[in-house]
Nanobody
Framework: QVQLVESGGGLVQAGGSLRLSCAAS????????MGWFRQAPGKEREFVAA????????YYADSKKGRFTISRDNAKNTVYLQMNSLKPEDTAVYYC?????????????????WGQGTQVTVSS
């Protein structure tokens, strides 16, 4: 069992940056692939980025490449999402997710554990 708690969301102007954090409970954090998803009002949850257990492999939705960076610190049981050059269309609730066995890294159904989400609002 893993519990995930996101933080770092907030209100930022277009072009600004935010760093989201997701703290995980438990001693098996390093055995989980971690992902970030987001959901805007009236839209489906969409994949943002993911990182494998050791941190050697990262994956991004095409539209996020170059602006977002996912990283993890297994010693701190934490995964991060650095978001730069934010746009109003990045406004959403951002969710952290974890899964020990990921069949499709960009599919929310692959992940077993989810946080409550943190709101990111980008003003124009």
């Amino acid at each position: 069992q893993v519990q995930l708690v996101e933080s770092g969301g907030g209100l930022v102007q277009a072009g600004g940056s935010l760093r989201l954090s997701c703290a995980a409970s438990g001693r098996t954090f390093s055995s989980y692939t971690m992902g970030w998803f987001r959901q805007a009002p009236g839209k489906e949850r969409e994949f943002v980025a993911a990182i494998r257990r050791s941190g050697d492999s990262t994956y991004y939705a095409d539209s996020k490449k170059g602006r977002f960076t996912i990283s993890r610190d297994n010693a701190k049981n934490t995964v991060y999402l650095q978001m730069n050059s934010l746009k109003p269309e990045d406004t959403a609730v951002y969710y952290c997710a974890a899964g020990p066995y990921i069949s499709r890294i960009d599919w929310s159904g692959s992940y077993d554990y989810w946080g409550q989400g943190t709101q990111v609002t980008v003003s124009s």
